[in-house]
């Protein structure tokens, strides 16, 4: 093992610290890397929980202080979350930004398909057992998300003359993609929640990756070209996005 690997290694440190603020607990998580240069905050929307990362060498002492220090804030952004959806019989979410109720087919075969009653409602249609329904769901997301977004990607690249190698698809709560310069593109499932315009945005942004891997003047230049709904999705997003973490969650 390298040495500089022995230097920061911590077998025993524990995962989370446990830090009062008023009255309350929370459990803050602990995260240490090799880049940071100081102690930072943020929250994780959809595991809805404190993040601290430590520098190289911090240690837990000086930790625990900057996360008390903050507690306020800690407080504040957890206590402004969204309401948890969870995926369970009765919850409506939005699928390419359109309401689907769940609904439980127990006798019914298949797994999770869409429908659309005489009323006009739309509902999500899960079949088996009652403790499947969060698994399927979240199966069935995924599996939409990523034919939407290959479809997408292929397209632009096909524009940009670029190719794309693989499309991983993830829970990302710090950014909707990211992109290699092997080619290598990485999404959040939760975009296809949100409107196909929007989904449709983030494939052009990372594809247009493969030709400026940066986001300088000529990068958005490229996006702009083809993608004329980069200015509306950015908005819904700063607007929006924030919410879509709460699908699939529980409080």
Known sequence: MAF???LYRRPTEPRTLAVKIGSAIYAVQLRRHRRARRYTLRIHPSARQAILTMPPR?????????????GAWIAARLGGLPKAAPFATGTTLPLRSTPHKIVHRAGERGTVWAETRDSGEKILCVAGDLPHIE?????????????????ASTRYAEILGVKVKRITIRDQSSRWGSCTSAGSLSFSWRLILA???VLD????????????????????????RICPATERAKKWLDTHGNDLHRYGVKD
């Open 58 to 70: 911090g240690n837990l002492a000086d930790a625990k202080d900057f996360a008390e220090r903050h």
């Open 4 to 6: 500089r690997a022995l």
């Open 135 to 151: 698994r399927r769901v979240l199966d069935y997301l995924k599996r939409e998300a990523r034919h939407d977004l290959a479809k």
């Open 201 to 224: 945005y983030l494939a052009a942004h990372e594809v247009a990756h493969l030709v400026e891997m940066n986001h300088s003047p000529r990068f958005w230049k490229v996006v702009g």
């Open 195 to 197: 409107p196909p315009y």
